[in-house]
C-alpha cells in the first residue's frame, strides 16, 4: 500500500496517447495536480490512427474543444460509419453506421424484431432503409442543424491531432519536457516507480506515472513486467503497412474496409488527403506482397513511402500496477478494425479523472479501474473477432482459419442469442450499441431463426403503414442535404496542414 499523496503526474511519451491525457488532466484536475509530459521529437508515433468513433465528441465537450477550429487544425472529415467490403463472401457489402435503427416504441423489443416480423409477411427491405446516419452516407451526404439530430464521428489527422492538443495542454499549465527516457528509477521497497532519467541526466520525478510509450510499454512492461495476454488465437493478424496519398475525390463521409484473402485494408478520407493501409497476417502474405498489394490498390499519388508496423493483438494483465496507468498502445492493442484507438485512450484518462488516486495509489482503486478495462476490451475484441469468425469466405487459408477457430465463450454466446432468438444486447462497460451488433451480424450472414413476436400484435396494415412512413421521412431528410464536401467547405475549410 502507498500512502503518499499524488500530486506530480508524469506523462511518459506524447502522441495522441499523451497529449489527450495532458489536454483532459489539466482541463479537470489543473489546480490540484502538477502535469510534466516527457516526450522525445526523435521518437515517432505509429500515428495511423486517423478514425475514431462518436465517443470522441462528448470527449470533446468535456474538454470545451470547438469543433470547427479542431476540423480545421486537424484536416479532419466527418464519419457516419464503416463499410465493410468482401468479409461475409466476395461481393458483399454492408454498413455498420453510427445510427440508430429505426424507432424505439416499446422496452419489449427492439426495432428489428418488428422489421424480422415485416420480412416474414413479405415486406419492409432492408433493415438499413431505417437509418438515418447510414442512408446519409450511402448518398455521400451530411449536414447539422436545429432539429436534425445526426450521430457522428471524425476522419483525422492523428499527427495534426496530438499537436492540437499539445496547443490547449501547455498554455493550460502542462510542462513539456524534451528527452529521451534512459533509466526508471523504483522504490527499493514498494517497486513504485520514483523518477524517470533522461539521456542528459535529468530525473523527473512523480507520485504518479502515465505509460504513453507505445509498443515499448516502457514502464508497465518493461520496468514493472506486468504481463501481456496474447489473443492471437482469435485476432491472427500482426502486421501492417499505412501509406498516405493525394485524394482524387471528394471525401465520403465513411471508412472503407475492404477484405482481402489475409487481412483487409482501409481507406480513410481527410480534407488534404487520404490514410491507407493493409492490415494482414504474416503467417498467410509476405511483406512484400502486402506492400505491393497496397500499392496496387491504393488511389491518388503516395505522399510517403509505406510504414510497416508490426503488432500483437492482446491486452497487459494490469493497466494499472502500482502507480502506473498505461494508456494507449502501451495498455495493450486491438486492431483498428472499428476504430476503437483513439476511444480506450479516451475513456481511460476519463475514468482515471473520475477515480484519480489523490490519497494514494491503494490496491482497491487500481483493481477496480483494471476489472472496468478489461471487461471493456475483452468486449472490444469480442466484436472484432466477430467479424472475421461470422464469414462464408473459404478462398484462402487464412479464411479457413478464422470461420473454424474457437472463439471466446462470451462472443459464442452473443451470437447463438442472435442465431435463435435475434436478441442483442449492451451491458454496462459495453461499448457497442444493440444496433451495433445488429449490423454486423446481419451483415455477415447470421439469418436469426426466431424473433419476438410483439410484432404480431399489430395489424399487418399498421405495421406496414409504419415502416413505410418511417423509410419515406429518411429519404426526404437525406435528399434535402447537402453532400459531405460541400458541408465541410462551408463549415470548417481547412488550410494547408
Not at 502535469?35 to 462528448?58: H, K, N, Q
Not at 472463439?407 to 450499441?433: E, K, T, V
Not at 431463426?449 to 410484432?455: K, P, Q
Not at 399487418?460 to 435528399?479: F, S, Y
Request: aromatic residues 10%; contains cysteine; proline residues 4%.
Amino acid at each position: 500500500m502507498n500512502e503518499q499523496v499524488v500530486k506530480r503526474v508524469v506523462i511518459a511519451g506524447g502522441g495522441t496517447a499523451g497529449w489527450v491525457a495532458a489536454a483532459a488532466l489539466v482541463k479537470q484536475l489543473g489546480p490540484l495536480i502538477d502535469i510534466t509530459l516527457v516526450e522525445s521529437d526523435e521518437i515517432g508515433t505509429v500515428g495511423v490512427g486517423e478514425s475514431t468513433i462518436p465517443t470522441s465528441r462528448s470527449f470533446h465537450e468535456l474538454l470545451g474543444i470547438n469543433e470547427q477550429a479542431f476540423m480545421r487544425a486537424t484536416q479532419a472529415t466527418f464519419k457516419l460509419g464503416i463499410a465493410f467490403e468482401n468479409w461475409g463472401q466476395i461481393g458483399d457489402r454492408y454498413i455498420h453506421s453510427f445510427g440508430e435503427i429505426g424507432t424505439r416504441s416499446t422496452w419489449m423489443a427492439d426495432f428489428h424484431h418488428f422489421w424480422l416480423e415485416a420480412r416474414e409477411q413479405g415486406f419492409g427491405g432492408s433493415l438499413a432503409d431505417y437509418c438515418f446516419e447510414l442512408q446519409a452516407s450511402e448518398a455521400g451526404k451530411f449536414a447539422k442543424a436545429e432539429g436534425l439530430p445526426i450521430n457522428y464521428a471524425y476522419h483525422l489527422d492523428a499527427t495534426l491531432y496530438a499537436r492540437f492538443l499539445r496547443g490547449l495542454a501547455e498554455p493550460a499549465g502542462v510542462k513539456r519536457v524534451e528527452g529521451k527516457i534512459a533509466r526508471v528509477l523504483q522504490h527499493p521497497e514498494t517497486g513504485f516507480i520514483t523518477a524517470l532519467v533522461l539521456e542528459s541526466g535529468v530525473n523527473i520525478e512523480g507520485d504518479l506515472f502515465l505509460d504513453c510509450t507505445g509498443f515499448r510499454a516502457l514502464l508497465i512492461e518493461k520496468t514493472l513486467q506486468t504481463g501481456y495476454e496474447d489473443w492471437t488465437r482469435y485476432l491472427a493478424t500482426n502486421s501492417a503497412f499505412a501509406v498516405q496519398t493525394r485524394s482524387v475525390g471528394p471525401a465520403i463521409p465513411l471508412t472503407r474496409a475492404i477484405a482481402h484473402e489475409a487481412g483487409w485494408r482501409w481507406r480513410i478520407p481527410l480534407q488534404h488527403r487520404v490514410g491507407n493501409g493493409i492490415v494482414f497476417c504474416s503467417e498467410f502474405m509476405s511483406d512484400e506482397d502486402a506492400r505491393a498489394k497496397l500499392l496496387n490498390d491504393i488511389d491518388g499519388d503516395p505522399l510517403i513511402e509505406p510504414r510497416l508496423i508490426r503488432y500483437q493483438t492482446g491486452a497487459r494483465r494490469k493497466v494499472w500496477n502500482k502507480n502506473c496507468v498505461a494508456l494507449g498502445l502501451a495498455s495493450g492493442f486491438i486492431e483498428p478494425l472499428e476504430s476503437t484507438s483513439i476511444h480506450l485512450v479516451k475513456v481511460a484518462v476519463t475514468r482515471l479523472i473520475q477515480e484519480f488516486p489523490f490519497g494514494g495509489c491503494h490496491e482497491a482503486i487500481a483493481n477496480r479501474f483494471n476489472d472496468q478495462s478489461r471487461h471493456e476490451i475483452e468486449g472490444i475484441r469480442d466484436f472484432i473477432t466477430l467479424h472475421y469468425h461470422l464469414t462464408q469466405r473459404d478462398d484462402s487459408p487464412f479464411w479457413d482459419r478464422c470461420r473454424t477457430m474457437e472463439i471466446p465463450d462470451s462472443l459464442a454466446q452473443r451470437m447463438a442469442l442472435f442465431r435463435d432468438d435475434a436478441h442483442a444486447y449492451q451491458d454496462g462497460n459495453d461499448l457497442f450499441r444493440v444496433d451495433s451488433w445488429v449490423q454486423v451480424l446481419l451483415g455477415q450472414g447470421l439469418a436469426p431463426t426466431s424473433y419476438h413476436r410483439l410484432a404480431k400484435m399489430m395489424d399487418p396494415d399498421e405495421l406496414r403503414t409504419a415502416l413505410g412512413t418511417l423509410k419515406a421521412n429518411i429519404d426526404k431528410g437525406v435528399a434535402r442535404m447537402p453532400s459531405h464536401q460541400e458541408f465541410l467547405a462551408q463549415y470548417c475549410p481547412a488550410g494547408d496542414p
